[in-house]
């Protein structure tokens, strides 16, 4: 029996293709119906509780007590006792350092301009 090669289509092997493939689909609908009965009878672990964070959490605190923390600016009583100025508060509670006086900078400004002025004349700058 020497079974020679035709024009049209071969049924027989589609027949078989079509069967194999009907097995499967049968085979895995058994399997996902039984994977199925044994996920509700097999009894999942409770959760833990997110202990872990909370300890975590605790240590960090902890940790966040014992660091140092930064000095803050200490302001010194002035010389002058019959002039007191109020400094501006932080919403910290900090106070800011003093500015100096309007007289004093235009001094140092005076000072600075003689000192250019100088070097111009050596012609430096």
């Known amino acids: 029996d020497v079974k020679l090669g035709g024009l049209g289509p071969d049924y027989e092997a589609v027949k078989e293709k ?11 609908r058994q ?3 039984y994977n199925m009965k044994n996920i509700t009878s097999v009894q999942r672990l409770p959760t833990k509780p997110q202990v872990t964070s909370s300890v975590s959490r605790q240590k960090a605190l902890e940790y966040a007590k014992k660091i140092p923390r930064p000095k803050t600016f200490m302001t010194r009583p002035s010389d002058k006792e ?3 100025e109020v400094l501006p508060q932080a919403s910290d509670g ?6 100096p006086s309007l007289e004093t900078l235009r001094s140092r400004h005076e000072k600075e301009k ?9 012609h430096i700058l």
């Not at 079509?18 to 049968?26: D, N």
């Not at 900090?94 to 500015?99: A, G, K, T, V």
């Not at 003689?114 to 050596?122: I, M, N, S, T, W």
Request: glycine share 4%; proline share 3%; no cysteine.
């Open 18 to 28: 079509k069967q194999k493939l009907k097995l499967q689909k049968e085979y895995s």
């Open 31 to 33: 399997i996902k119906e």
């Open 82 to 84: 019959g002039k007191e």
């Open 94 to 99: 900090s106070s800011f350092p003093q500015i």
């Open 114 to 122: 003689e000192v250019v002025a100088a070097f111009q004349a050596l």
